[in-house]
C-alpha cells in the first residue's frame, strides 16, 4: 500500500516537472483576461436576472 502510494507520488512529481509554465507576463495577462471576463458575466448575468425578475413582477401584478 505505502509502495503504491510513494510510486503515485513519484510519478506526480516526474509529471510536474515536466510541466511547460508560463511566464510571469503570460500569468499576468490571462490572470486580466479571466477578471475582465469574469466582469462582463456577472454583468450580463445580472442584467438577464434584472430582466427576468421583472417580467417575473409584470406577470404576477396581471394575475391578481
Do not use: C, K
Not at 471576463?37 to 425578475?53: H, K, Q, T
Amino acid at each position: 500500500m505505502i509502495t503504491l502510494f510513494t510510486n503515485y507520488v513519484n510519478q506526480a512529481l516526474a509529471e510536474l516537472h515536466q510541466v511547460r509554465w508560463p511566464t510571469r507576463q503570460q500569468a499576468v495577462r490571462l490572470s486580466v483576461i479571466v477578471v475582465i471576463f469574469v466582469a462582463i458575466s456577472s454583468v450580463a448575468f445580472g442584467v438577464v436576472d434584472y430582466v427576468l425578475a421583472q417580467g417575473v413582477a409584470l406577470l404576477l401584478s396581471l394575475t391578481y
